[in-house]
């Protein structure tokens, strides 16, 4: 109890509750829990910031006002197809107004979303529509051959690209005027990463605003201020940072691609004070060089939320040395949100830790026998407890749960001062010749290298020692591409037997939208 009396008046200093106007948090908490967090707050920006700029996206901005009416007018539209309350809508688009329109409108009309990762393929994206009960679908038109595939009797309409009939059609043909708010939220269903498999559906229903706000406790967000978005928002990272922006009336700069360049850009343009990106889209504005780099100010950044896979420590003393000291490096996932997050100064000296909690979140460590661990540098299984309740996936399957702490699938150990380390996935582990290896420290430590752009090391058979260590390098032009230097190197500073016996040299690393390497897509 105390502790939510923590949080709330923390929102109060951070701006995203305002406790001297309780007539209007009411009102905004009554929103919230018929509406759901992000329906509710675009209605609460548009009433008090209604000129703000609320989304810029390739066709220009939308302010608060629009947007909140074109959600109205979206949602009259869906209503009109007659489906039961929060029938599930299936959403397969990138980083728009379309995407966000689409949020707002199915909420309004008692809808239930689910946001389809976009680099699902087609056989994949049917069977999700099927599991997840897909009423109707909006989609980009580049996306139309996966949708072509779908039962005729799934209405669909498009979020972006030419063609018909769209979403805009709708909203141009439909009232804008407000709905009678829902008695509850349709809520929505984020689909995992599936980096091992079909994606799973993490459904929520009810979400405290306060809850998804927290992380604000330990990351700067802008007041009504721009923030660009290079992670998708169909996934947790972007969907969570961009709700928590709602709150705050932030400005939401959307692009569909990610393309490093155009970030740099859209960063100058609009003064942005924040950045959201997964790891891998560091590593790729840091490649293009200081001379392309200087051309854009970027002065006005204040920080730079970073999460859905292991941040290389180098990375982020290498983006520390060129764009200030601005990385928060945010530890979560679908199913327990935001767990920890590691500030600048954390990083700095602890490289390579996620931090702490922010307020109301506890992290504990188990060992494989259920029992808490407390003392520092014991690697255990990560667990976490928070606010925003996941409600089992929607094949109904379930996490672990130990005294109201969710397990995460992670490895992980405290510092002496209390700072998390992700050692790996429980499933990454590697046992070679008997000893425990975590890739993750192989991976930092080649990560140093000038020659090395991108690394990671997987477990593969070996009849003499169980399992061995290969390590895939994407090398920069510098590069000798020579095994054996990796090897040395490695020789150098570990233990004999985390020692990568291969070595691969790759242009790229499959990665998935959300920036995680697809380990069983490695040659
Ligand atoms: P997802 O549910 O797709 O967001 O995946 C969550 C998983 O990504 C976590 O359980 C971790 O394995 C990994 N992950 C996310 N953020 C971080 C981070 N900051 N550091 C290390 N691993 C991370």
């Known amino acids: 109890m105390i502790e939510h009396v923590r949080a709330v008046l923390r929102m109060h200093q951070i701006g995203i509750v305002n406790l ?7 009102r905004a908490a009554g929103q919230n829990a018929r509406l759901g967090p992000q329906a509710a707050l675009i209605m609460k920006a548009a009433a008090e910031h209604p000129d703000a700029p609320a989304v810029t996206d390739e066709s220009g901005t939308l302010t608060y006002r629009e947007l909140d009416e074109q959600s109205n007018a979206l949602a009259h539209a869906l209503k009109g197809l007659g489906l039961p309350d929060r029938s599930v809508v299936g959403v397969l688009a990138r980083d728009h107004r379309g995407l966000v329109l689409a949020i707002s409108g199915t909420a309004r009309a008692t809808l239930r979303l689910a946001l389809m990762n976009t680099g699902l393929a087609k056989k994949q994206f049917a069977e999700v529509v099927a599991r997840e009960k897909v009423r109707a679908v909006l989609y980009d038109s580049e996306f139309a051959d996966l949708v072509d595939g779908l039962p005729d009797d799934i209405p669909r309409y498009l979020t972006w690209g030419s063609g018909s009939p769209s979403i805009f059609e709708l909203i141009a043909a439909h009232p804008v005027t407000p709905l009678p708010l829902p008695d509850r939220p349709g809520g929505f269903i984020i689909l995992t990463s599936g980096t091992t498999g079909l994606p799973k559906g993490a459904p929520r229903t009810k979400v405290s605003p306060l809850a998804s706000a927290l992380i604000a406790d330990r990351i700067p967000f802008p007041r009504q201020g721009a923030a660009v978005f290079a992670s998708p928002l169909f996934h947790s990272t972007g969907f969570g940072a961009w709700t928590v922006g709602l709150s705050l009336a932030n400005h939401a700069v959307l692009l569909r691609r990610f393309d490093p360049e155009d970030i740099l850009r859209a960063m100058a343009e609009h003064r942005a004070q924040m950045l959201v990106a997964v790891p891998t889209m560091l590593t790729r504005i840091l490649a293009l060089g200081p001379e392309i780099i200087s051309k854009y100010d ?4 204040r920080s730079v939320f970073v999460a859905g896979a292991a941040l290389a420590p180098e990375l982020t003393k290498r983006f520390h040395e060129t764009f200030g000291e601005v990385i928060y490096n945010v530890y979560g996932s679908t199913e327990v949100a935001v767990a920890s997050v590691a500030q600048p100064d954390e990083s700095r000296r602890a490289p390579g830790t996620v931090g702490r909690p922010p307020v109301t979140v506890h992290v504990a460590l188990y060992d494989s026998d259920d029992r808490r661990i407390t003392e520092a540098g014991v690697p255990g299984r990560v667990f976490v407890r928070t606010g925003i309740p996941f409600e089992g996936y929607t094949d109904g399957r379930h996490k672990q749960v130990i005294d109201g702490h969710m397990a995460t699938g992670d490895l992980g150990h405290f510092d002496a001062e209390g700072l998390l380390f992700i050692d790996g996935r429980d499933d990454d582990m590697v046992i070679s010749g008997g000893e425990n290896v975590y890739p993750v420290e192989v991976e930092n430590l080649l990560a140093e290298r000038d020659d090395v752009l991108e690394v990671a090391v997987i477990g593969v058979d070996d009849p003499e020692f169980g399992q061995r260590l290969r390590a895939y390098v994407v090398p920069t032009e510098a590069s000798t591409r020579d095994p054996q230097v990796i090897k ?30 697809l380990r069983r897509e490695l040659p």
């Open 298 to 301: 970027t002065s006005s950044l």
């Open 488 to 517: 040395d190197y490695v020789k150098a500073s570990l233990s004999r037997f985390k020692v990568p016996r291969d070595v691969v040299f790759l242009d790229a690393l499959p990665r998935n939208p959300t920036g995680k390497v």
């Open 20 to 26: 001297l106007s309780p007539r209007r948090l009411l």
